[in-house]
């Protein structure tokens, strides 16, 4: 090898190494934390697939009790073109959906609200309307039912979607949530917003909640879940079919027609649905803020 060679060879650029990363073996305690994730996901997914399955069968075949049978013998719509025949569903569908916008949006204004006065302001009994609020998660809902019945009966509401809503609009376990949020939020922010002679509300729509997207997102899911679930108010304030939510309609179906279990697997599937695809699109901005609150 001529000089010139040696010095070209020793010129050319070495070829990159191949790291290899080491695998990394998973410890006991995390094994035993995957294996029972696992099972838990599997226990509550049979309910759907159940659900998804018994949807899909003839009544005949749904109706047989002796024997489980996972996948339908006789693959069948009629419980879904029942429900498309019958307009009733649909409308029961409408009210959840209308019912359940109009909760989400009035707690989400009064809680951010009243979590952003108790995070930055001080004022004489803070302490004690905090703690008013705190008490009120030991109060059950079903203990409220009787004066909250009468208030909307002598609002006038009864049987209308203001009297669905207002009622369920009161959350102070998401005025907690989004205090404590807000709480960690660094004040250096507000106050270059304040330089620039932002007043509150432009703070806390222009500063405060661009930052708190995960735990908005993740207390409006919550509150439209919820809402869209509850079944005891919805059940004594709306007398009308008409006006009836889906949890309401399935259970006057089984009750006063019988118990047609293809058809009120398929109600059930359409109702929830809505759910599942809600959940699926927000996945990640609910677990975000659900680990934002417990970290902060």
């Not at 995070?119 to 803070?126: A, E, L, M, Q």
Request: net charge positive; hydrophobic share 55%.
């Amino acid at each position: 090898m001529t000089a010139a060679q040696a010095t070209s060879v020793a010129a050319a650029p070495s070829e990159p190494r191949t790291v290899r990363r080491r695998f990394k073996r998973p410890t006991v305690g995390a094994v035993i934390v995957y294996v029972a994730a696992t099972v838990l996901a599997v226990f509550w997914l049979l309910p759907l697939l159940w659900a998804l399955s018994t949807s899909f069968k003839t009544e005949a075949d749904a109706s047989l009790g002796q024997e489980i049978r996972w996948i339908p013998e006789t693959w069948s719509l009629d419980g879904y073109k029942v429900l498309f025949e019958r307009g009733d569903h649909f409308t029961w569908m409408l009210n959840s959906t209308i019912v359940s916008v109009i909760v989400t949006v009035l707690t989400l204004v009064l809680c951010t609200t009243a979590a952003y006065g108790f995070s930055r302001f001080d004022f004489p009994g803070k302490n004690f309307l905090f703690g008013a609020i705190i008490a009120g998660l030991m109060v059950p809902g079903q203990a409220l039912i009787i004066p909250l019945f009468d208030l909307v009966n002598a609002l006038h509401m009864g049987g209308t979607y203001w009297g669905l809503a207002l009622p369920q609009v009161v959350a102070p376990v998401m005025v907690f949530i989004l205090k404590r949020f807000f709480d960690a939020i660094p004040k250096d922010y507000e106050e270059a917003a304040k330089l620039d002679g932002a007043g509150h509300f432009r703070v806390l729509w222009n500063v405060i909640l661009p930052m708190s997207g995960p735990i908005i997102a993740a207390v409006a899911i919550f509150t439209f879940i919820g809402s869209w679930n509850n079944y005891l108010w919805p059940l004594l304030v709306a007398s009308d079919p008409s006006m009836m939510t889906l949890p309401v309609g399935l259970q006057v179906v089984a009750g006063g027609y019988g118990l047609f279990y293809a058809q009120n697997m398929a109600a059930a599937v359409l109702g929830a649905a809505p759910l599942l695809i809600v959940f699926l699109i927000f996945q990640k901005r609910i677990v975000e803020g659900v680990a934002g609150v417990g970290l902060k």
